[in-house]
């Protein structure tokens, strides 16, 4: 670790200007991979980076359409797509599926591309910052969004950076609609005159039969005989290269419009397309044909460059009157950003654990052919290679820096006849769980670098089995969503279809499983929270009766309802981690009777023959979807034959019994204060001051309303009621005389990761009684739908059978063995330990020309990278974020700041006020800070100026800086002091947002 002295050392030797980056290139010699790896992860610790907007980016055009964009802003989705247009079918729309001919082939070939560092300029145009390498193909997205037309335009750019020519398929859509019914967006009109869509159109127009739902338009660009006209449609939600899309029924809702490009070594070929958000009513659908017509005739290209309309090959340039294809070089080549350096593939350990199970693993280790910091290495280098950067999984929050150290401890106690399932196992923490050793931030950027002093009671009885604590994983924000596992800080993908949502809230912790970057974590579920991920990742999980395993120390979302468990990739792993996380807790009331209940050895339950003369019931029901029709239930239901292999009945019931009118009652803040409560310094009081802070996601955040935590009545009401649900449910299952209830996993396929309508994440609509009731459940995966997606059976039991669930369950899998296994994470290359090139500390900083500079600032503490181990330089840096980084290095005194608009939960309001003391950095006229606005190069001169108290006055002068102007001085100063030198071209330009790059040059500079 460097001293302070060798940080100064470093800040004084020659250094390159901003204006020279083109011609530096910095060396870095390879760290031990685990270390690569610990620096690579989020350091939440310190300055948590923060994008100007938090919860994508919202656009309102002039019709009354909300458009939401999926950019580099939180939660860093990063497509380019419309999550959603309100009051449009939009839903996960105008992405791209990129195919190219590449050898070998990409990993992520014909998958969606995300990770473009897309960053909203504050008027109409959402830049990239990086391009995406597929195959030796640079990709790049820019979108300009028209409120005044109601118009996206999407300019899709492909470099070919390889030897070779390549062949790029781009299949450009998403869902229009879902279902038969009102919600299903049909082609109402294409400009060959018909309802087909093919190279003879322009454009084409979708709307649903809901009068008030704005249609939809999509210009392609020039028809044929055009030779760049489009060249298929598939289906956006299926591989859209190999499945057509469809023309009736639910999967005629996803539309993927498909151009292909041949482009030679060093050429730049682009697509340019329009998404429209059409008028409401008939006249309305007449006006947008018009618009339509209009821009396929006389397209939209402002603000493309001559040299970019030279790259367009979907539209026949010869026909626009104002352009010159004279001027176009015979082969095109645009400036695009770099790609950030990828990630090595491979491990520095001997010992492969992909697909290992707990039990494997176990055997392994007893057996003296691996060793549990071999293992947790290898679980490292995996986490390193396949889950951060721009196709990474985005599983992991935060991997733990001492998980190396865990591991030999465990050794060193088998060493000395320690024995244990669990003993020296990785184990991955859902972020709401609290570790004391961790950041525990529910997965809100509202808690970033809040770190509980203690254990949560499941976490602290896995570290006395011996279990290496390894990391902690994504979830939705404080666990709201069962849809997708979309946090402050990133979104998590399928671990199988990489293009698919990962289903949430335990989203982080069943991908992590389903990667083999842990081999087992645990997750919650309040209501579908462990089941789906599980079933989306086709991996087992259980849900206990409630008050099986404790609550203590997790963050809430409905206390009484909320349930902690593990995900596995067997039944028997369950089973092992079940024996040390469940029980009573005497912190936890729920828990008093658990050790009453809980099996002596949950792994005496694991009988080939639980299903023998078992009466399962079913209701017919809840396999039938009520959009899909893609034959999912009835795959279900022909499983029922490994049921009745198994030795078991089946029984036909009724719709189930409910309990009444649920009570309507404040479980969400009662969870807060339970946990609250527990935490001496957790920077808010109240549930409610979590949920309203304004770092919390735009679209969770909830206006500030302080509401009273439940009465003891209330308690005893709430848990009556449970009780209560409890016995009915086991009446009836007593009337039909069954053991379980079998209920399937999903009704339909599993959909893509950027849309916001649950439907259009897979139909969960079973009807499955675990969580509003309260009761044991286990989730096996029994085999694969029509379309090859894995399916999973549910089986449900009375309160406190868990242990005979456990065995059915058991029993059922030995019958299917049906786990899919992830094709996008395979074992990686053996290499040695210890290699002479030091690897990048960002994956996007290695090579750059302020990587030096950038080190040092994260050396000294003072900056952070992101989540998917990315720095990203180019990209802008808040007022916040400047605030933090000048206040630590300062030594300031936390303050309270007086601007309206920095709440005192803010994450960076000790720093604002303390720089706002020191007069460093001021607000606005109107009272406002505006701590998530950009930061000028000018307002930076100003901070650094009063910051280190610089003056002087320079003979160099910037073309675009008049000493008449207010920032003169500051910029002189500056230049004065050898911090910045300006542009080649003699600019300073003032008013750019100043790059985080920049900033680190700098900051680091002028510590001098």
């Known amino acids: 670790m460097p001293t302070s002295n060798d940080l100064k050392e470093r800040i004084r030797s020659p250094r390159h200007s901003a204006a020279e980056a083109d011609e530096v290139r910095h060396v870095h010699r390879r760290k031990p991979r685990f270390l690569a790896l610990i620096v690579m992860m989020v350091a939440i610790i310190g300055l948590v980076p ?10 309102p055009s002039d019709n009354g359409v909300e458009w939401e964009f999926h950019d580099a802003a939180p939660p860093n989705l990063d497509t380019g797509s419309i999550r959603r247009a309100v009051g449009t079918p939009m839903q996960g729309f105008g992405n791209i599926f990129v195919q190219v001919s590449a050898s070998p082939e990409p990993r992520l070939n014909g998958e969606m591309m995300r990770g473009f560092g897309l960053e909203f300029d504050g008027a109409a145009t959402f830049e990239t910052n990086q391009s995406v390498n597929l195959g030796d193909v640079l990709i790049t997205r820019e979108i300009y969004f028209a409120a005044e037309t109601n118009t996206a335009r999407f300019f899709d750019t492909f470099t070919n950076i390889a030897d070779e020519p390549v062949t790029v398929d781009v299949s450009f859509g998403g869902s229009l609609g879902y279902g038969t019914g009102d919600n299903q967006g049909a082609v109402q009109a294409t400009s060959s005159g018909d309802l087909m869509i093919d190279g003879e159109d322009a454009w084409l127009l979708v709307a649903t039969p809901d009068e008030e739902d704005h249609p939809v338009g999509v210009v392609l660009g020039s028809p044929e005989p055009f030779a760049g006209a489009l060249q298929g449609t598939g289906n956006q939600q ?62 939209d290209f402002s603000n493309l460059t001559t040299e970019e309309l030279c790259t367009v090959g979907n539209w026949d340039l010869s026909q626009l009157a104002e352009f010159d ?29 992909t697909n290992k199970t707990i039990a494997e693993l176990q055997r392994d280790l007893q057996a003296g052919v691996t060793t549990s910091e071999e293992i947790t290495r290898a679980y490292l280098d995996r986490i390193a290679a396949y889950d951060g950067g721009q196709l990474g999984f985005h599983a992991f929050v935060h991997v733990a820096d ?33 570790t004391k050793d961790m950041p525990t931030t529910g997965g809100s950027r509202a808690l970033a670098g809040w770190e509980p002093a203690t254990d949560a009671y499941q976490v602290e009885q896995l570290r006395q089995a011996g279990a290496v604590i390894i990391g902690k994983t994504n979830t939705s924000e404080f666990a709201n969503s069962g849809s997708f596992s979309e946090s402050g800080w990133m979104q998590t993908w399928n671990a199988l279809y990489p293009s698919k949502t990962s289903f949430g809230s335990s989203g982080g912790s069943a991908v992590s499983v389903a990667t083999s970057m842990a081999p087992a974590a645990l997750g919650s579920q309040t209501g579908v929270s462990l089941y789906a991920p599980a079933v989306g990742a086709s991996l087992t999980t259980f849900r206990g009766t409630d008050g099986m395993a404790s609550v203590h120390g997790v963050m809430p979302l409905t206390w009484g309802q909320d349930y902690v468990g593990p995900i596995a990739r067997t039944v028997t792993d369950l089973a092992y981690l079940l024996n040390v ?18 099996p002596d050895d949950w792994t005496e339950y694991l009988d080939r023959d639980a299903l023998q003369g078992k009466r399962i019931g079913y209701i017919p029901s809840s396999f039938e979807s009520s959009f899909a029709d893609d034959g999912t239930g009835e795959a279900t239901l022909e499983h029922f034959a490994d049921l009745e292999a198994g030795g078991a ?20 803040g009662e969870g807060w204060a339970r946990y609250i409560e527990l935490h001496e310094d957790f920077p808010y009081q109240n549930g409610d001051q979590v949920r309203s802070s304004p770092d919390v996601l735009l679209y969770n955040q909830r206006d500030y309303e302080e509401r009273e935590r439940m009465t003891e009545e209330e308690v005893e009401q709430w848990l009556a009621y449970r009780a209560r649900y409890k016995e009915v449910i086991a009446e009836w299952m007593d009337e039909y005389d069954v053991d379980v209830v079998v209920y399937p996993g999903f009704l339909s396929d599993v959909y893509n990761n950027d849309s916001a309508a649950a439907q259009l994440t897979a139909d969960r609509a079973t009807g499955v009684l675990t969580s509003n009731v309260g009761l044991p459940t286990v989730v096996v995966p029994v085999g694969l739908n029509p379309h090859g997606y894995s399916i999973s059976m549910q089986l449900v039991g009375r309160a406190w059978d868990d242990g005979d669930v456990l065995g059915m369950g058991y029993a059922l899998e030995q019958q299917t063995q049906a786990q899919l296994l992830t094709e996008f994470a395979p074992p990686l290359e053996q290499s040695p330990i210890d290699e002479p090139e030091e690897q990048p500390r960002f994956a996007d900083v290695g090579g750059h020309w302020a990587a030096d500079y950038i080190d040092t600032l994260v050396e000294l503490g003072l900056i952070s990278g992101y989540p998917d181990g990315t720095f990203r330089p180019n990209a802008s840096i808040s007022r916040a974020e400047a605030a933090r980084i000048i206040a630590r290095e300062l030594g300031l005194e936390d303050g309270e700041s007086s601007f309206a608009d920095v709440a005192a939960g803010h994450w960076a309001a000790a720093d604002i006020g303390a720089v706002e003391s020191a007069g460093i950095l001021t607000g606005y006229p109107d009272g406002t800070f505006k701590p998530d606005g950009r930061l000028s190069r000018q307002e930076m001169a100003v901070i650094l100026v009063r910051a280190y108290e610089l003056s002087g006055d320079s003979s160099a002068s910037f073309s675009d800086v008049s000493e008449g102007s207010w920032s003169y001085p500051y910029i002189a100063a500056l230049t004065s002091n050898q911090v910045t030198s300006g542009y080649l071209d003699g600019t300073f330009r003032p008013s750019r947002d100043i790059t985080r790059a920049e900033f680190s040059v700098m900051v680091a500079r002028v510590i001098e």
């Not at 150290?405 to 024995?419: L, M, T, V």
């Open 50 to 59: 923060v994008n100007s907007a938090l919860a994508l980016t919202s656009l």
């Open 238 to 299: 299926r591989n859209p290269f190999e499945t057509p899309l469809a023309t009736t029924g639910h999967e005629a809702n996803f539309y993927g419009l498909i151009h292909q490009l041949e482009i030679e070594p060093g050429e730049t070929k682009s697509l340019v397309r329009f998404v429209v958000a059409g008028e409401t009513g008939e006249e309305g659908a007449e006006q947008t044909v018009e618009s339509l017509e209009q821009l396929a005739e006389q397209p």
């Open 325 to 353: 294809e004279a001027a176009c070089p015979e082969l095109p080549r645009l400036d695009v950003p770099q790609a950030p350096a990828e990630a090595e593939m491979y491990t520095t350990a001997e010992y492969d654990v």
């Open 402 to 434: 001492d998980a190396i150290e865990q591991a030999r401890a465990a050794d060193e106690a088998r060493s000395n006849g320690a024995e244990g399932a669990l003993l020296g196992i990785p184990i991955a923490i859902k972020d709401i769980i609290d």
């Open 581 to 598: 996380t469940t029980g009573t807790d005497e912190l936890d009331m729920l828990t008093a009777d658990a050790d009453a209940y809980k």
């Open 649 to 668: 009945t089946m029984i036909e019931m009724s719709e189930p019994p409910n309990a009444g009118d649920r009570p309507s009652l404040n479980m969400n």
